[in-house]
């Protein structure tokens, strides 16, 4: 088996499974490719979730010095300051947090990491193109066939230059009516519980 493919055994729930939360490049309700702002509520939400559901690590991607100064602050907090102290669970969460000034470089961090690139996975409320399902995604992730990087995006979603570097496309989580704004906290969470989410019966999404 190439380096790629696992060699030993998993020792722990937590599978090659890396999530990025990308603030640049995200596009504005024109269509224009934007930065968005670093919100603290996203980085506990989706950390816990990550935490939750084997998630390895939660790239927070923002390009502006300022915004990664905020983050690195409230990661710093609830691991190794006084949060982490008084809420360990949290810290625990917390940890899996690792702040970087592009896709690229997380690309190139996770390349190295792994000895290859990972499949990358982009999401969106919008049908798009090279879909994968979440079975197809789940066996993936839980056979270790390849690590996996799921793009989560900010504003109003993942800018399109983004999409083209995606190997595929997680269908949008839909209610049954027309409404679809859900926060990409919430839409995190739907995702990974689909994806990693202990199931009574081998229903299949
Ligand atoms: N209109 C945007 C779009 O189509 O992605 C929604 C942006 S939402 C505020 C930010 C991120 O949350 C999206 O980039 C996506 O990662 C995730 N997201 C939001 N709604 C989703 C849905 N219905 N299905 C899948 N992902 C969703």
Request: with cysteine.
């Amino acid at each position: 088996m190439d380096r790629c493919s696992r060699q030993e055994p998993r020792m722990t729930a937590e599978f090659r499974l890396d999530l990025a939360l990308i603030h640049h490049p995200v596009v504005n309700r024109s269509g224009e490719i934007i930065g968005s702002a670093v919100t603290n509520l996203d980085l506990h939400d989706i950390a816990r979730a990550g935490k939750t559901f084997g998630v390895r690590n939660y790239w927070v991607v923002t390009p502006y010095p300022l915004q990664q100064e905020l983050a690195d602050s409230i990661v710093r907090h609830w691991t190794d300051g006084y949060g982490g102290r008084v809420n360990s669970d949290r810290a625990k969460a917390l940890s899996l947090i690792k702040i970087s000034p592009s896709f690229e470089a997380v690309l190139e961090a996770m390349t190295e990491q792994d000895g290859c690139r990972p499949k990358i996975v982009a999401t969106s409320a919008a049908a798009q193109e090279k879909r994968i399902s979440y079975h197809e995604l789940r066996q993936d992730i839980v056979a270790e066939r390849k690590p996996v990087l799921i793009l989560l995006g900010t504003a109003w979603g993942l800018a399109p230059s983004v999409m083209e570097l995606a190997d595929a496309v997680l269908p949008p989580i839909l209610g049954p009516g027309p409404f679809n704004h859900l926060s990409v906290r919430s839409a995190a969470s739907i995702i990974l519980d689909r994806l990693l989410g202990c199931r009574e019966s081998t229903d299949q999404l």
